[in-house]
């Protein structure tokens, strides 16, 4: 089905380890973005992607690393995870005009102990 | 830069009540608007938009008028069911280094009591 889609879903891990959030959409859109959600900060953009190996920074991208080699895909790595980065993370598409919406994934809840 | 400020929650209603969320923004140039909604446990959809000044965005009863001069994209609707309870995001786009980004307020909290 054509859509974004996010895995895992939910993640347990410990402090020093590496994860790596998936992110997949099937609309073939140019711009791709990952978010953290936290109580009291809404949303807040970590990195994203303009096109296949085209990346920048967002608001908040210490401790993360991001790629593109696929339009469809924009995996987020945390490379030695701390407590400060549990969180909800949220991947959007959009075809990156400024009339389109961003289309979000359902999420990943990320508890790092 | 460009910045997105709405009403902080929670906001508590009862069914068939009025609802108004009030949003205000800073940016440059003419963005397009965004009120996206999230319900429990699912990421963001987009509920309505409005793309240039004057435009009235509107979905499933909701209603926002994109208003230039007063910097505001206010959500209303009229008569709110239980199953509106959810968080609503107010949010522009921002172009910055000629990438398209949002830029989102922190959220609203909705709950509707039957």
């Known amino acids: 089905d054509a859509g974004i889609t996010q895995s895992p879903r939910y993640k347990i891990t410990e402090t020093g380890r590496q994860v790596t959030l998936m992110c997949h959409q099937t609309?073939?859109?140019?711009?791709m973005f990952w978010y953290r959600q936290d109580l009291g900060h809404g949303l807040r953009l970590i990195y994203y992607s303009a096109a296949a190996d085209i990346t920048d920074k967002g608001e908040v991208p210490d401790g993360y690393v991001v790629s593109r080699s696929k339009t469809e895909n924009f995996p987020l790595t945390l490379e030695s995870a701390t407590r400060s980065q549990t969180s909800v993370y949220f991947c959007?598409?959009?075809?990156?005009?400024?009339?389109?919406?961003?289309?979000f994934g359902d999420g990943t809840r990320l508890s790092i102990l | 830069g460009n910045s997105v400020t709405q009403m902080e929650g929670p906001v508590t209603l009862s069914e068939e009540a009025f609802l108004t969320i009030n949003c205000t923004y800073t940016?440059?140039?003419?963005?397009?608007l965004f009120w996206y909604v999230q319900y429990p446990g699912e990421g963001l959809q987009l509920l309505l938009k409005?793309?240039?000044?004057?435009d009235k965005g509107s979905n499933k009863g909701f209603e926002a008028t994109y208003r230039k001069e007063t910097t505001s994209f206010h959500l209303e609707k009229g008569s709110v069911q239980v199953s509106d309870s959810a968080v609503y995001f107010c949010a522009l786009s921002s172009q910055q280094g000629g990438s398209e980004k949002l830029v989102f307020g922190k959220g609203t909290k909705l709950t509707v009591n039957p």
């Open positions: 409005a793309t240039k000044a004057d």
């Open positions: 959007a598409s959009s075809p990156g005009y400024s009339n389109q919406p961003q289309h």
């Open positions: 940016a440059t140039g003419y963005p397009s």
């Open positions: 609309w073939s859109h140019s711009y």
